[in-house]
């Protein structure tokens, strides 16, 4: 099975900062990767799909990137609504798999 | 708009079963594959299972592979997720998400149903 790694698990930054979190596949998924952003007692929300994607909606700050094994996901100035918790996710012909989530604090 | 509405959680012994229910509304829903996710608490999201439009394709995680059975009834415009032999550590929140065609995102999702498995 593919494993997902995130990292960091958590990340502190203040309103502003600009955030990048990393997701790293045990085999290559070319770019078939997700990103979510989940808040506490809500449901994941679908942020960038095929790595890249910015889903309708989403604000421009958010930006993904990345082939193969390594992605990233990008908040170019963190806000207050972006406090939460992302997560990656891969896809491949049999399974899905998430990462095991980044929580993002208030410094 | 799409709605995907979960029911049938609740509290089961070990051994039990549960059968879980997914209503889902604002789309064509045999136009897609559906999944089951489901989060312990305090803990991250984990994959389940999930099925083909037409329901002839179906995969599991090898964590409930054997004792889980998803299905759909397009015709009802519902998925299903049959959980046996439930263990302590089936105790999750479940939800269904919708999978969107060709990027395999999960586009849409429940608001989540717990299930608590306990002595």
């Known amino acids: 099975d593919i494993q997902m790694t995130q990292s960091p698990s958590t990340l502190s930054a203040s309103v502003g900062d600009r955030v990048t979190i990393t997701c790293r596949a045990s085999?290559?998924?070319?770019?078939?990767l997700a990103w979510y952003q989940q808040k506490p007692e809500k449901a994941p929300k679908l942020l960038i799909y095929?790595?890249?994607t910015l889903e309708s909606g989403v604000p421009s700050r958010f930006s993904g990137s990345g082939s193969g094994t390594e992605f990233t996901l990008t908040i170019s100035s963190l806000q207050p609504d972006d406090f939460a918790t992302y997560y990656c996710?891969?896809?491949?012909?049999?399974?899905?798999?998430f990462g095991q989530g980044t929580k993002v604090e208030i410094k | 708009q799409v709605q995907l509405v979960e029911s049938g959680g609740g509290l089961v012994k070990p051994g039990g079963s549960l059968r879980l229910s997914c209503a889902a509304s604002?789309?064509?829903?045999?136009?897609?594959?559906m999944s089951w996710i489901r989060q312990a608490p305090g803990k991250g999201l984990e994959w389940v299972s999930y099925?083909?439009?037409?329901?002839?394709?179906?995969y599991y995680a090898d964590s409930v592979k054997g004792r889980f059975t998803i299905s759909r009834d397009n015709a009802k415009n519902s998925l299903y997720l049959q959980m046996n032999s439930l263990r302590a550590e089936d105790t999750a929140v479940y939800y269904c998400?919708?999978?969107?065609?060709?990027?395999?995102?999960?586009?849409?999702w429940g608001q989540g149903t717990l299930v608590t498995v306990s002595s």
């Open positions: 998400a919708r999978d969107r065609p060709l990027s395999r995102a999960f586009d849409y």
């Open positions: 604002g789309f064509t829903f045999s136009d897609y594959y």
């Open positions: 099925i083909t439009s037409s329901g002839t394709t179906i």
């Open positions: 085999q290559s998924i070319s770019n078939w």
């Open positions: 095929k790595a890249s």
């Open positions: 996710q891969q896809y491949n012909s049999y399974s899905r798999t």
